[in-house]
Antibody, heavy 123, light 110 residues
Framework: EVQLVESGGGLVQPGRSLRLSCAAS????????MHWVRQAPGKGLEWVSG????????GYADSVKGRFTISRDNAKNFLYVQMNSLRAEDMALYYC????????????????WGQGTMVTVSS | QSVLTQPPSASGTPGQRVTISCSGS????????VCWYQQLPGTAPKLLIY???QRPSGVPDRFSGSKSGTSASLAVSGLRSEDEADYYC???????????FGTGTKVTVL
């Protein structure tokens, strides 16, 4: 069964850091690009970041550029996002998402989604 | 604020056809393919349509997508109670150099 399981969410103070992890199983992890997509409570979806199969191509939404860093470990089948200088507006459910292609590019299609991990930013 | 605009809500009775629009611009829908995602209450989104009109395996043919110019549409025919969900369009945006989602449409089955 294809599965993505996120972890690492929780309550964090503004300005602090958090690292989210995503364990992938049931497919050949290094054959696909991966993404993080978030959803603030009661709001719509927002693409956060994407990474190609070999980490050679990476992109970020303007809202997180310079603060978030996406990475992957193909040997362990894990996707990560390091989130620094967290703000109240970063509070959301963060989804780990699989792409149908190798590359993070203009044809991005998100075919498998995890259940998400909640990040709450509050003092 | 999303660059892809959808109506906030749509509704229909069982068996009816409902259409959801997604309005963009030349930097997104006008130049790139569109995907549609269905989010049932309390669950993660699910890919419904990709590359404008393609359906992944397992998605009923009651769901169909189309694109014309800088707009796209999702049609749900033979509406069923289990189709009650939020629906989002998505596309690459050249101006933002990233993916953008639509504002979302809540479909209610009356």
């Amino acid at each position: 069964e294809v599965q993505l399981v996120e972890s690492g969410g929780g309550l964090v103070q503004p300005g602090r850091s958090l690292r989210l992890s995503c364990a992938a199983s049931g497919f050949t992890f290094d054959d696909y690009a991966m993404h993080w997509v978030r959803q603030a409570p009661g709001k719509g979806l927002e693409w956060v970041s994407g990474i190609s199969w070999n980490s050679g191509n990476i992109g970020y939404a303007d809202s997180v550029k310079g603060r978030f860093t996406i990475s992957r470990d193909n040997a362990k089948n894990f996707l990560y996002v390091q989130m620094n200088s967290l703000r109240a507006e970063d509070m959301a459910l963060y989804y780990c998402v699989k792409d149908i292609g190798l590359w993070w590019d203009k044809r991005g299609t998100f075919d498998i989604w995890g259940q998400g991990t909640m990040v709450t930013v509050s003092s | 604020q999303s660059v892809l605009t959808q109506p906030p809500s749509a509704s229909g009775t069982p068996g009816q056809r409902v259409t959801i629009s997604c309005s963009g611009s030349s930097s997104n829908i006008g130049s790139h393919s569109v995907c549609w995602y269905q989010q049932l209450p309390g669950t993660a989104p699910k890919l419904l349509i990709y590359r404008n009109y393609q359906r992944p395996s397992g998605v009923p043919d009651r769901f169909s997508g189309s694109k014309s110019g800088t707009s796209a549409s999702l049609a749900v025919s033979g509406l069923r109670s289990e189709d009650e969900a939020d629906y989002y369009c998505a596309a690459w945006d050249d101006s933002l150099s990233g993916y953008v989602f639509g504002t979302g449409t809540k479909v209610t089955v009356l």
